[in-house]
């Protein structure tokens, strides 16, 4: 079967820097997106991994080991409208998106 | 670029009636569009995927005779709640992808959403 697994939940200060962990299985794999949805809007795109490493963005950076079925997106100098949800999908082998729960990420000043 | 437009951004309607959403590629030629639904505080759930010009192919569990998608172009994919009930208030959220070459391929791009809401 194909499963994501993130944390529900995360609570970081602002300023700080803070880690989501993701960890999939998938029949197939093609490549791994993280996408931010803030409430009651539509996801928008963060980044794309499709080799092992780290991909760096400005404040974001993900990070991906494809033989672990492992992925992180570190966020740096939180600001408070990073509070979100941040979603793990990987690509499966027909390229569809595989979507998980996502990981709600709460700043406090 | 890659934007996708959602219309209405919200409806509300009476139970029995049904609603139709739809979804445009502004700047880019969609092979696929997606549908999906998310009820509050959960994971958003793929109903359907759609290629331009072909029938949709619907996720297990979802009635393709209640949610009516038709791709009839490139740049519009609509989405029909025929005879709507309270259960089916949600959040329909649309994607879709341009299936050229490279990571855009793959990469969905999302409409801001309709918010349905039945009484």
């Known amino acids: 079967g194909q499963n994501i697994d993130q944390p529900t939940e995360m609570t970081a200060t602002e300023g700080a820097i803070v880690q989501i962990n993701c960890t999939y299985q998938?029949?197939?794999?093609?490549?791994l997106f993280w996408y931010q949805q803030h409430a009651g809007e539509a996801p928008t795109f963060l980044s794309y991994?499709?080799l092992d490493g780290l991909e760096e963005k400005g404040r974001f950076s993900s990070f991906l080991s494809r033989s672990k079925g492992y992925s992180y997106l570190l966020l740096k100098e939180l600001q408070m409208k990073d509070s979100a949800s941040y979603l793990c999908a990987p690509l499966d082998s027909n390229y569809q998106l595989i979507w998980g729960a996502g990981t709600k990420l709460i700043i406090k000043p | 670029g890659a934007v996708v437009s959602q219309h209405p951004s919200w409806v509300i309607c009476k139970s029995g009636t049904s609603v139709k959403i739809e979804c445009r590629s502004l700047?880019?030629?969609?092979?696929?569009m997606f549908w999906y639904r998310q009820f509050p505080k959960q994971s958003l759930m793929l109903m359907a995927t759609s290629n331009e010009g072909s029938k949709a192919t619907y996720e297990q569990g979802v009635e393709k005779d209640k949610f009516l998608i038709n791709h009839a172009s490139l740049t519009l994919s609509t989405l029909t709640v025929t005879s709507a009930h309270p259960e089916d208030s949600s959040f329909y959220i649309c994607?879709?992808?341009?299936?050229?070459?490279?990571?855009?391929?793959?990469?969905?791009?999302f409409g801001p959403g309709t918010r349905l809401t039945v009484t």
């Open positions: 998938t029949s197939g794999f093609n490549g």
């Open positions: 700047d880019f030629q969609a092979t696929t």
């Open positions: 991994n499709v």
């Open positions: 994607s879709a992808r341009s299936g050229t070459s490279g990571r855009l391929s793959y990469e969905q791009y």
